[in-house]
């Protein structure tokens, strides 16, 4: 685990160097706190901290099983979203991620993957490649 924020006792410092380092050898690296920056969302965080490291996509871990036109703990009839683009979801001004990550997204062509947590073995299958949730993408 790497963070921005010094907190030695739990995780190691943020270097780019030094993640990339453990990508390479095969280990999974969590980014925690965020970018250690004020104004900036752990969201857009995560979107630059997929950059840095040239992630194929970002893995958004939720408590709904992906993006509903709305919110669907307070809406019985929202609609979920399979696949949507960065624009739509920007111009429909969709709750998913802050509209920074979603627009940084955008420029860097950064895919998306909204998925449940809460489901036993969503991570297992996103990470494995299986369609699970929603796709924000082109």
Not at 13 to 41: C, D, M, Q
Request: proline share 3%; aromatic share 6%.
């Amino acid at each position: 685990m790497q963070t921005a924020i010094t907190m030695h006792q739990v995780a190691e410092p943020y270097i780019l160097r030094r993640a990339l380092r453990h990508l390479e050898k095969g280990r999974v690296v969590i980014f925690a706190a965020g970018s250690g920056n004020p104004y900036f969302t752990t969201d857009t965080a995560a979107v630059l901290r997929a950059k840095e490291i040239h992630a194929e996509i970002l893995l958004k871990a939720t408590k709904v099983n992906g993006l509903y036109d709305s919110d669907p703990e307070r809406n019985a009839d929202a609609r979920f979203i399979k696949t949507i683009s960065y624009m739509e979801v920007l111009e429909r001004q969709l709750k998913v991620m802050d509209m920074t990550a979603i627009s940084l997204a955008m420029d860097n062509q950064l895919p998306l993957m909204v998925f449940n947590l809460k489901e036993k073995g969503n991570i297992f299958r996103v990470v494995c490649g299986e369609d699970v949730g929603t796709t924000i993408s082109g």
